[in-house]
C-alpha cells in the first residue's frame, strides 16, 4: 500500500516557540487537506535554528505542555508528523527528531548522531539508529548532516526500511551539496528520501529550503524552492523492491574490502 508524504518547509523566528509551533500547525493542516498521512518538517524548526536558542535554556522532554496545537493537529489530521528540535533529555542537550502521532502521543525517538558547526559547542550526539513504521512503511530516521554520511542511510535501509526522513537546515550557498547528498542516499539504497529545508531568515542566517522528494532512482518527483509549502509524493513499496532488483547495490554491498595495498 502507498504511503501519501510531505516535505514541509517554512521560517522559523528564533526562540519563538508560540510563533513555530503555530507555523507547524499550518502546515499540518494544509497536508491533511491534500490527504498527506506523513509530515516531515526542517531541523529545529520548533525553536529556530540559532546559536542564541541552542546556548539555552532549552525546552525539557519531560514537559511537553507547549506542544498541545501540534498534539491536537496530527491527531484532528489522523496523520504523523515528524521534526526535530534541540532539547534537554534527562538533563542532556540533544538535537532531537519529534515524533507527533495521530492518537495524540508524542515521543522522541532519535537524537542527531552527527553533529556540525557550532552543534558541537552544545549539544551530545545520539548514541543510535531509529526507524519508523507507518501504516506498515518502515522509514529511518536523520537529521541534516546524518544524511552527508552514506554508512547512515545504508544502515537503515539494511535494517528494512524503503525510505528515509531527514529534517535539516541549510545555509545559504549549500545548494549544491544539499542536492546530491540526498539524492545519492536515494539511489544508492533504491530508497525513497524525504528532505525537509528550513527556509527564510532565523536570527542572523538566510536558509534555502529545497525541501524534496526523492524516488528509489534518486529523482525529485516533488520540490520546493525558497517558499513556505509542501513537496507531496506517493512511497510505492513495490517500486522500491523492483528498483533494488534491477539495481542490486544494496545487496551487493561488501562490508569488508580486505587491507589497502599500494602497487
Given at each position: 500500500?502507498?504511503?501519501?508524504?510531505?516535505?514541509?518547509?517554512?521560517?522559523?523566528?528564533?526562540?519563538?516557540?508560540?510563533?513555530?509551533?503555530?507555523?507547524?500547525?499550518r502546515l499540518v493542516d494544509r497536508a491533511a487537506d491534500a490527504g498527506v498521512r506523513l509530515l516531515v518538517l526542517p531541523e529545529a524548526f520548533l525553536t529556530g535554528y540559532d546559536e542564541q536558542v541552542f546556548a539555552g535554556p532549552l525546552p525539557d522532554a519531560e514537559d511537553v505542555a507547549w506542544l498541545a496545537p501540534l498534539q491536537e493537529a496530527a491527531v484532528r489530521a489522523n496523520?504523523?508528523?515528524?521534526?526535530?528540535?534541540?532539547?534537554?533529555?534527562?538533563?542532556?542537550?540533544?538535537?532531537?527528531?519529534?515524533?507527533?502521532?495521530?492518537?495524540?502521543?508524542?515521543?522522541?525517538?532519535?537524537?542527531?548522531?552527527?553533529?556540525?558547526?557550532?552543534?558541537?559547542?552544545?549539544?551530545?550526539?545520539?548514541?543510535?539508529?531509529?526507524?519508523?513504521?507507518?501504516?506498515?512503511?518502515?522509514?529511518?530516521?536523520?537529521?541534516?548532516?546524518?544524511?552527508?554520511?552514506?554508512?547512515?542511510?545504508?544502515?537503515?535501509?539494511?535494517?528494512?526500511?524503503?525510505?528515509?526522513?531527514?529534517?535539516?537546515?541549510?545555509?545559504?550557498?549549500?545548494?549544491?551539496?544539499?542536492?546530491?547528498?540526498?539524492?545519492?542516499?536515494?539511489?544508492?539504497?533504491?530508497?525513497?528520501?524525504?528532505?525537509?529545508?528550513?527556509?527564510?531568515?532565523?536570527?542572523?542566517?538566510?536558509?534555502?529550503?529545497?525541501?524534496?522528494?526523492?524516488?528509489?532512482?534518486?529523482?525529485?518527483?516533488?520540490?520546493?524552492?525558497?517558499?513556505?509549502?509542501?513537496?507531496?509524493?506517493?512511497?510505492?513499496?513495490?517500486?522500491?523492491?523492483?528498483?533494488?532488483?534491477?539495481?542490486?547495490?544494496?545487496?551487493?554491498?561488501?562490508?569488508?574490502?580486505?587491507?589497502?595495498?599500494?602497487?
Amino acid at each position: 500500500m502507498n504511503l501519501r508524504v510531505a516535505a514541509g518547509q517554512g521560517t522559523s523566528v528564533s526562540g519563538d516557540l508560540t510563533t513555530n509551533v503555530a507555523t507547524a500547525v499550518r502546515l499540518v493542516d494544509r497536508a491533511a487537506d491534500a490527504g498527506v498521512r506523513l509530515l516531515v518538517l526542517p531541523e529545529a524548526f520548533l525553536t529556530g535554528y540559532d546559536e542564541q536558542v541552542f546556548a539555552g535554556p532549552l525546552p525539557d522532554a519531560e514537559d511537553v505542555a507547549w506542544l498541545a496545537p501540534l498534539q491536537e493537529a496530527a491527531v484532528r489530521a489522523n496523520g504523523t508528523v515528524v521534526t526535530c528540535l534541540p532539547l534537554l533529555r534527562a538533563g542532556v542537550p540533544r538535537l532531537a527528531m519529534l515524533v507527533a502521532q495521530p492518537d495524540g502521543r508524542v515521543d522522541f525517538p532519535y537524537d542527531k548522531q552527527h553533529l556540525d558547526g557550532v552543534e558541537k559547542r552544545y549539544f551530545t550526539p545520539g548514541d543510535h539508529g531509529t526507524s519508523l513504521r507507518i501504516e506498515g512503511v518502515e522509514l529511518g530516521l536523520s537529521i541534516c548532516y546524518d544524511g552527508c554520511f552514506p554508512e547512515h542511510a545504508r544502515a537503515a535501509a539494511a535494517d528494512g526500511a524503503i525510505g528515509y526522513l531527514n529534517s535539516a537546515a541549510y545555509f545559504a550557498g549549500g545548494e549544491h551539496r544539499r542536492d546530491v547528498y540526498y539524492a545519492a542516499r536515494a539511489v544508492e539504497n533504491g530508497m525513497y528520501v524525504v528532505f525537509a529545508g528550513l527556509t527564510g531568515r532565523c536570527g542572523p542566517n538566510r536558509f534555502i529550503g529545497g525541501s524534496a522528494v526523492y524516488d528509489p532512482e534518486g529523482r525529485a518527483v516533488a520540490r520546493l524552492g525558497e517558499e513556505e509549502g509542501l513537496a507531496i509524493a506517493e512511497l510505492d513499496p513495490e517500486l522500491v523492491a523492483a528498483t533494488r532488483a534491477r539495481h542490486t547495490m544494496l545487496a551487493d554491498h561488501r562490508g569488508d574490502l580486505g587491507e589497502r595495498r599500494y602497487g
